[in-house]
């Protein structure tokens, strides 16, 4: 079944120009067919929406990265199978209230909004511009900073649209992982102090995420419990296997989010979903069309018996993958994908 239609020849395309509106792609029969079998809790997305190559596939014409990263999310919130994004920008520097309602107000009712916490909040050292570590970073875990810069705005901006709020943890350094009790502490201060998420977001939830193995502890499952935060599963070249992280945390109610890290440790996703649902992200590193996804990140896709994604939607959960590409058109091509799988598969 081709989703995405004939390759057909047309007239000449305009040189891409700032004053063009972004407009969707036209949306193949059998594309839009697939796009009603999911459940409503499925939301599909892809890390950021910027990509040049995704003509035919989400834009209808060419366009710059900065034209779509300006004018871009409509359209791709358009999109039949694309219900949620990842914003990444938020990480390099917080975002005020005013650009999050900028980016709601492109959106759908129904699209819900990942968003990666400051890394001002979540690195435990500061860094110099080439990523060097220069001394320790008094801002770490503040749930103050985590409030005012982060938390706070993103409510007000977002509203009902945000989804998962991820707090990823770079590697520690040894001073710290040799104290992991403190560590835990101050990482369930900083959740305590978040302020509530309802009932300005319903559907929003705090995810907190990894990148040194020590902590998966059940004392590292009990502070998230607590504070009604969820794990970010990662499957990730620092850490173990994705079956062996769920042995050591099966403690926790339920996986919420993965993250797939394949031949690049550079390359990262993020997940979002709503209420007390379960968070999926993909992270790949290809970038051709039509590939087939990579043997690791496909047998660790999450395996449901028949249906259970619509039992999962009876009792209010969901899940929410968001693949990552780069400027490729794998990213688009393998939501489909991935929905075609779930449903040949009588998964959902």
Not at 69 to 98: C, E, I, K
Not at 155 to 163: N, P, Q
Request: net charge positive; proline share 11%; charged share 20%.
């Amino acid at each position: 079944m081709d989703l995405f239609g004939d390759d057909t020849d047309g007239p000449p395309t305009p040189a891409p120009g700032r004053e063009k509106q972004v407009r969707p792609a036209p949306i193949p029969g059998p594309l839009r067919e697939l796009s009603a079998e999911p459940p409503k809790q499925l939301y599909l997305g892809t890390s950021s929406w910027s990509f040049p190559s995704w003509k035919g596939l989400v834009w209808d014409d060419d366009f710059t990265e900065s034209v779509l990263s300006q004018r871009g999310l409509n359209a791709y919130a358009s999109h039949p199978l694309m219900r949620t994004v990842s914003l990444d920008r938020s990480f390099y520097r917080p975002l005020s209230a005013s650009q999050y309602a900028a980016y709601a107000a492109q959106v759908p009712e129904h699209f819900r909004f990942m968003v990666k916490a400051p890394a001002l909040v979540t690195n435990a050292v500061m860094r110099a511009p080439g990523g060097r570590s220069t001394q320790p970073n008094p801002a770490f875990l503040s749930a103050d900073l985590a409030s005012g810069d982060f938390v706070d705005p993103l409510l007000e901006g977002l509203g009902a649209k945000a989804g998962v709020l991820v707090f990823q943890l770079s590697p520690l350094p040894h001073v710290l992982l040799e104290r992991p009790q403190d560590l835990l502490d101050q990482l369930a201060a900083m959740l305590a102090g978040l302020p509530a998420l309802r009932p300005r977001a319903p559907d929003a939830v705090i995810a907190v995420e990894v990148r040194n193995p020590e902590l998966l502890t059940p004392r590292f499952a009990q502070v998230l419990r607590a504070a009604g935060a969820t794990y970010c599963l990662s499957l990730h070249a620092r850490m173990p296997p994705v079956d062996e992280q769920l042995t050591l945390l099966r403690v926790q109610c339920g996986l919420r989010r993965w993250s797939a890290d394949g031949a690049s440790a550079a390359t990262r996703g993020h997940g979002a979903t709503s209420g007390p649902s379960r968070c999926t992200s993909h992270s790949t590193p290809w970038w051709t069309p039509i590939r087939p996804p990579a043997p690791r990140w496909r047998a660790s896709l999450p395996a449901p018996q028949h249906g259970g994604l619509r039992r999962r939607e009876q009792q209010g959960r969901g899940i929410c993958a968001a693949v990552r590409h780069g400027a490729g058109p794998g990213g688009a091509v393998n939501i489909s994908q991935t929905t075609s799988r779930l449903v040949t598969n009588s998964l959902i």
